[in-house]
């Protein structure tokens, strides 16, 4: 994927997921607001009730016969007059004697403020509402009545949000005709308890987009980890061509040399200094191809080590005497400070060779001179060995990533380092088998390194 295409992947997804993430935000409002809505209707049904059974009067009946077994019912209905909608409720009985079916309207004479007050607050207490205000409001006549108000007359309303329904009547016919009954309920906004019934949706629409996120971030970190890889890659590709057709080169030019001078042939001083220039060259490209294997074999579930009492004093020195004189052209200085009787449950063999794969990178990563101080030294449990060196030092983004497979530090000017990226991978891999761990610390460009394999003292857990 280049670098244009991983660009669009990326804008396309943030883009979905803030489209989810919105689109979950008004769905969830608006089911807020249908509940809220729902609220209010509740109010109104009850506001509607009430004013009802205030309003019943026996005088105006009107009897019907009919053979039909009705039930006992309630029937409210709003019908629609001229100019105006008249409220009317239709009580249908049916007699116990005859089967008459009597039919009761509704009298707007006068307003019995005190029974519409008692009526709501039965229908609204039937709904769990009990602290309200109701104001009712009937042409020029009002009254207000307060159902929260605490011992001392101050309304429990006062400083909380609240919400406020109001029902409103045309009311036709009677003395008071074309006057508007007016109702109106102000009783706290319930939005605590509709959050709570909403709980599990909300949680459920967050987790989603949460999930989606994090499976983009992943995603993301995917994708960068693969393009890191394929750089890795890349350099492999070229690192090992270029080690490998050093040596190949070499070998090649002493042998044709040998083919086609023939007083080089002929000469026995000439002819085995090419031959030996020949068999260092194999001999290098061998051990090339030789560490390339040996990582692979090392990284198969069929590895395993050789475990056995290791004196630390005498890994270490075996470490140092390996690489003190195997560069030619540097002044480097290895010093060893080991605490004294530590010894430790380990493979020799590879914890010398991870030991002299640190020193190895210090010396590499270096300028001309370099000093390199070896320690190993007991904490609790575990034995601590630690490379540090005055080299030309990491990033803290490089000190994370050293031990990777096939990554390389970043050398600058320094194009004479070789390798493949597999030194501090195969040292990562030696103490993890060992059930230990590794670690690299910095204070940054030209400023050293220190590198530390830490190991279990008397085997893996």
Sequence with gaps: MNKRQFKIVAVVMTVAIMTLAQMQGVWLTRLYRQSVERYADQIRTAVTAALYRSRLDSRSVYSLRSNAPVADSLVIMRMRGIGADTIQSININLSRGGGAIN??????????????????????SVRGIREYEATVTF????????????????SRLDGRRCLAVSEDFAVAGGSAGGDRLTVQVRTEHPYLSMLGDMAG?????????????????YLLRTLFRFKSVERMRLDLTHNITHELKTPISVAYAAGDSLLNIEQMASDPAVRREYIGIMQRELRQLSEMVDRILRMSLEESEAFALAIGDCDAAEIVAEAVREHRAAYAGKRVEITADV?????????????????????????????????VAVRAAADGDNAVFEVADDGIGMASGEAERVFDKFYRIPSGDLHEVKGFGLGLYYVRTVAERHGGSVRAESAGRGRGSRFYIILPRYGRG
Excluded: C
């Design 103 to 124: 039919m009761v309207v509704l009298n707007f004479d006068d307003v019995r403020f005190d029974a519409i007050d008692s009526l709501l607050r039965d229908e609204l």
């Design 139 to 154: 042409g020029a006549q009002q009254r207000r009545f307060d159902h929260a108000a605490d011992a001392t007359g101050r």
């Design 201 to 217: 949706v909300i949680v459920s629409s967050v987790l989603i987009v949460v999930l989606i996120a994090a499976l983009f971030a």
């Design 339 to 371: 605490g004294a009787d530590l010894v430790l449950r380990a493979d020799r063999f590879h914890l010398v060779k991870a030991l002299g794969n640190l020193i190895d990178n210090a010396v590499k990563y270096s300028d001309d001179e370099v000093h």
